[in-house]
């Protein structure tokens, strides 16, 4: 499992930091399983993240690719919660 970080946006928009994990099927069967943070500015969609998060991996494995698992949430953790 690779964890890169990637740019979703430039560095003048107000962003949040979005960790995400995601796993893909080729079409001849290999499973693969990437992670990293994104840059989000605000009114960037979870449709749009998707699509910039499978763009690098269609361009290494060729489509079709199938999501097996993708998540995506905010980076940061809670703070000043119960332990």
Do not use: W
């Not at 079409?27 to 992670?35: A, D, L």
């Not at 960037?44 to 993708?70: Q, S």
Request: hydrophobic fraction near 40%.
């Amino acid at each position: 499992m690779s964890s890169p970080t990637a740019q979703a946006s430039n560095s003048t928009q107000a962003t949040t930091a979005y960790h995400f994990i995601i796993t893909i099927q080729t079409s001849g069967g290999v499973i693969n399983t990437r992670g990293g943070v994104l840059d989000v500015p605000r009114g960037m969609t979870r449709a749009a993240l998707l699509d910039l998060i499978t763009k690098p991996l269609l361009a290494e494995f060729g489509p079709p690719l199938v999501v097996l698992f993708f998540d995506l949430q905010p980076n940061a953790l809670p703070v000043g919660e119960g332990r």
